[in-house]
């Protein structure tokens, strides 16, 4: 989609949520890779969610991880839009239990893609989203890898909880981890995915 038809749709779109938005229990957001749609992330920052009051399980996915810092002090621009995303929701949403969130490590090579992973500041983003939802039970962190190289999930998993209080939280059910297949080059493509027609997020992450 051009961007003038992402400029003529948001709004559209933004009506659309305002009548039906209070009936959604699950909201899946696909978003579009940056580098190969220059001028797509401003206008999902601009769609208004906030007559979705009784979502329970919000999906957004594929976030590419790439100029992340450890302290967090540089954020990429697909992880900016999620924040903004979620911070439109109904900041009283008591409805919602789950947050599903697909990322992509960047890294040219696997280990420097697992070291992404690693890095990457865990504690914190879950932390904020339990500041944000204060009903929220699980916060399940899928990751996506490319089986159409033959690649294993195995190191991505242990690359996760090597990061600080993943583990912890993993044992405590608060995080769960899902490795998502990708059999062509590209973000994950789960938008036909099982959970919009009743199965839980769970069954739709979870590594065959």
Same mark, same amino acid.
């Given at each position: 989609?051009?961007? #003038?038809?992402?400029?003529?749709?948001?709004?559209?779109?933004? #009506?659309?949520?305002?009548?039906?938005?209070?009936?959604?229990?699950? !909201?899946?957001?696909?978003?579009?890779?940056?580098?190969?749609?220059?001028?797509? !992330? +401003?206008?999902?920052?601009?769609?208004?969610?906030? %007559?979705?009051?009784?979502? %329970?399980?919000?999906?957004? =996915?594929?976030?590419?991880?790439?100029?992340?810092?450890?302290?967090?002090?540089?954020?990429?621009?697909?992880?900016?839009? /999620?924040?903004?995303?979620?911070?439109?929701?109904?900041?009283?949403? +008591?409805? !919602?239990?789950?947050?599903?969130?697909?990322?992509?490590?960047?890294?040219?090579?696997?280990?420097?893609?697992?070291?992404?992973?690693?890095?990457?500041?865990?504690?914190? !983003?879950? =932390?904020?989203?339990?500041? /944000?939802?204060?009903?929220?039970?699980?916060?399940?962190?899928?990751?996506?890898?490319?089986?159409?190289?033959?690649?294993?999930?195995? +190191?991505?998993?242990?690359?996760?909880? %090597?990061?600080?209080?993943?583990?912890?939280?993993?044992?405590? =059910?608060? &995080? &769960?981890?899902?490795?998502?297949?990708?059999?062509?080059?590209?973000?994950?493509?789960?938008?036909?995915? +099982?959970?919009?027609?009743? #199965?839980?997020? %769970?069954?739709?992450? #979870?590594?065959?």
């Amino acid at each position: 989609m051009s961007w #003038r038809n992402r400029e003529a749709y948001t709004p559209f779109i933004s #009506r659309f949520l305002q009548q039906v938005g209070p009936s959604l229990h699950h !909201l899946f957001i696909k978003l579009s890779d940056p580098y190969l749609d220059f001028y797509c !992330l +401003p206008y999902y920052n601009s769609v208004d969610l906030s %007559r979705c009051v009784n979502v %329970r399980i919000i999906h957004i =996915g594929t976030i590419t991880l790439d100029r992340i810092s450890r302290s967090g002090e540089e954020m990429s621009p697909m992880l900016s839009t /999620m924040w903004t995303l979620l911070s439109n929701l109904a900041s009283n949403s +008591p409805s !919602l239990e789950e947050i599903v969130l697909i990322f992509g490590p960047s890294g040219e090579n696997l280990e420097k893609r697992a070291a992404e992973l690693e890095i990457f500041s865990w504690l914190d !983003l879950v =932390g904020r989203l339990q500041d /944000m939802f204060q009903n929220l039970k699980t916060v399940a962190i899928g990751v996506g890898y490319y089986v159409v190289d033959g690649e294993k999930p195995g +190191p991505y998993v242990e690359a996760l909880r %090597r990061a600080p209080g993943i583990r912890q939280l993993e044992e405590k =059910g608060i &995080v &769960v981890l899902r490795m998502i297949p990708w059999k062509k080059y590209g973000s994950a493509d789960v938008s036909n995915s +099982p959970t919009q027609h009743g #199965r839980s997020v %769970r069954e739709v992450c #979870r590594h065959p």
